[in-house]
């Protein structure tokens, strides 16, 4: 493997590879974009915890984050890769998206993480780059990953200040890239801002928008506080924003957040007169109710439908 560039050099790149296994890999990771955006609630939890790792899935999950950075402490970054990388090879749960927080690829640590991930058999469904702050990282990040041959989407986290202004950038800078992710507490600090819903819904507006230009998901930070009714309020403020599912801290909020997050039936209903008259219209233009059905329409009930049959998977 040969790389070449910098952070800041998005034409050099690693060999290519094969033209098929390109292709291969490219279908594969559009196919888990259309999965990440049906998942409404995912656990994180420590690298250095793998005890939680187990049972995520009846805990109310469609998905879990280990991580091995922020929660973390640097003696036990090591311990915390292996116990992940262990749990990755393991089969498993049904239905489980299963994704792995790296440290900063800008850090010896975030490079130790990456190249693990080449050399070991486990591979998570997707990473999330910490603290990400140019579309030029998340292409090295690609670059490196394209040595696996192995469908690994990327999510870069907004929690810099700079990267709420690029997110559009980092959502369509490699094909990789099948979310966005808010750092709410790294980003209120960056800020000097209280990390209130209020505080940063410019943050999530920016996100959300940036997330529809390519179709990935927008996920929303964890709940800090144990207040139940400010849990629901926080999620459902998100959702009505355009949030595709939120992050929890402690399996207790997962079962809230996943309801929140599922489609109600009046949307089901919608969503499903939506694809009638697409799939009525052949190759012509679908009309619902006397309005042209827009791909945006298209894509939103696919996903309230995907959610609402179990067919996220």
């Not at 990935?216 to 309020?233: H, M, N, Q, S, T």
Request: with cysteine; charged share 20%; proline share 5%.
């Amino acid at each position: 493997m040969t790389i070449r560039g910098s952070w800041s050099d998005p034409v050099s790149r690693i060999e290519p590879r094969n033209q098929s296994s390109a292709c291969k890999t490219s279908t594969e990771v559009a196919s888990f974009r259309t999965r990440l955006r049906a998942c409404r609630s995912f656990l994180l939890t420590p690298g250095s915890k793998p005890d939680r790792f187990v049972g995520v899935r009846a805990a109310g999950a469609d998905g879990i984050i280990v991580d091995l950075e922020s929660t973390v402490s640097p003696n036990d970054k090591q311990n915390a890769r292996e116990a992940a990388l262990a749990f990755l090879r393991r089969t498993p749960e049904a239905d489980l998206i299963r994704i792995l927080r790296i440290n900063s690829p800008r850090s010896a640590t975030g490079l130790h993480d990456l190249l693990a991930l080449l050399e070991f058999d486990g591979r998570p469904d997707a990473l999330i780059i910490p603290k990400c702050g140019s579309a030029d990282e998340i292409r090295v990040v690609a670059d490196i990953l394209s040595a696996s041959q192995s469908p690994i989407g990327i999510i870069p986290m907004v929690e810099l200040a700079r990267a709420v202004f690029v997110a559009d950038l980092m959502a369509g800078a490699h094909e990789r890239v099948c979310g966005l992710f808010l750092g709410g507490g790294d980003l209120a600090a960056d800020l000097g801002a209280e990390g209130t819903w209020e505080n940063l819904l410019y943050a999530r507006s920016r996100i959300v928008a940036a997330a529809a230009t390519t179709g990935i998901a927008a996920i929303d930070v964890p709940y800090f506080k144990a207040d139940a009714a400010g849990l629901e309020r926080e999620a459902t403020a998100s959702r009505k924003l355009g949030m595709t599912g939120k992050a929890a801290l402690h399996s207790g909020q997962l079962a809230a957040i996943s309801t929140i997050f599922t489609p109600s039936q009046e949307a089901v209903t919608h969503a499903r007169a939506v694809m009638a008259a697409s799939t009525a219209a052949s190759s012509g233009v679908p009309v619902l109710d006397g309005h042209v059905v827009e791909p945006a329409m298209l894509r939103e009930a696919e996903r309230v439908l995907a959610i609402a049959d179990g067919r996220r998977f």
